[in-house]
Structure formats: C-alpha cells, structure tokens
C-alpha cells in the first residue's frame, strides 16, 4: 500500500494563503486519483479537491471552487493543494488520500471517503478571523 505523508500545514490570519504537499511514496496505478479531505472533530471527513491523472480531471468542493487548486508532480511523487482566500471556515485538519480510480459520477466518486484506500496522517491548517 502506498504511503502517503503530508506537510505545510499551519496557521494563518483570514485571506491568507497556505499550500498544502503530499509526496508519496510510488505514483502507480494506486495513485492515479489523488485527493484532500478535511476533518474538524465531531464532524464527518469531507472531500476538498482531487485529481485524476488519467484525464487530467480536477473535482472541487463547491465552497472551495476559485479559491483552492489541486495539482500533481509526478517528478517529484507530490500532490499539492494550493488554498487562498482562506476562511476561518476552512480550519480543520487535512488528509491526502489516493486511489486507483475516481470519477464526479456514481462509481468510486471522487468525493467519497470510501473511494480511497490509502491515506495519510494528516496536517493541521488553522485560519483566524
């Protein structure tokens, strides 16, 4: 199973900006969908962003889309989430998350926590108001 390990987690004041790297540890065929999650205690794990890299598809949140970007390097193994614009809504901790396959359909939808078998430890991002 892949390894997955996140960083550039912090704190920053509302409007900020922070970029969020998750390198792992082999891109294959477990990692041709590459994801964020957010959780905040109490609350469920929920989707931000992912990446398919097969077609090159990127799938958003809605209250993310404009503000957050997802991109891969795949000479550098890294999956980053780029976030502006920051809210103190967007607090939590972040999760990376990889799959062999993600779609914005009914199978393996990218923003299921299901879809994904691999995930790493987390980082935390904190924004003040």
Same mark, same amino acid.
């Given at each position: +199973?892949? +390894? @997955?390990?996140?960083?550039?987690?912090?704190?920053?004041?509302?409007?900020? &900006? @922070?970029? !969020?790297?998750?390198?792992?540890?082999? @891109?294959? #065929?477990?990692?041709?969908?590459?994801?964020? $999650?957010?959780?905040?205690?109490?609350?469920?794990?929920? *989707?931000?962003? *992912? $990446?398919?890299?097969?077609?090159?598809?990127?799938? /958003?949140?809605?209250?993310?889309?404009?503000? $957050?970007?997802?991109?891969? #390097?795949?000479?550098?193994? =890294?999956?980053? !989430?780029?976030?502006?614009?920051?809210?103190?809504?967007?607090?939590?901790?972040? /999760?990376? *998350? *990889?799959? =062999? /396959?993600?779609? #914005?359909?009914?199978? !393996?939808?990218?923003? &299921?926590?299901? =879809?994904?078998?691999?995930?790493?430890?987390?980082?935390?991002?904190?924004?003040?108001?």
């Amino acid at each position: +199973q892949v +390894q @997955l390990v996140e960083s550039g987690g912090g704190s920053v004041q509302a409007g900020g &900006s @922070l970029r !969020l790297s998750c390198v792992a540890s082999v @891109l294959n #065929d477990d990692t041709d969908c590459m994801g964020w $999650f957010r959780q905040v205690p109490g609350k469920e794990r929920e *989707a931000v962003a *992912a $990446f398919y890299e097969s077609s090159l598809s990127e799938y /958003y949140q809605g209250s993310v889309n404009g503000r $957050f970007t997802i991109s891969r #390097d795949t000479s550098k193994n =890294t999956l980053y !989430l780029a976030m502006n614009s920051l809210k103190p809504e967007d607090t939590a901790m972040y /999760y990376c *998350a *990889a799959a =062999t /396959y993600c779609s #914005d359909g009914t199978y !393996l939808p990218w923003h &299921s926590r299901y =879809t994904y078998p691999s995930w790493g430890q987390g980082t935390r991002v904190t924004v003040s108001s």
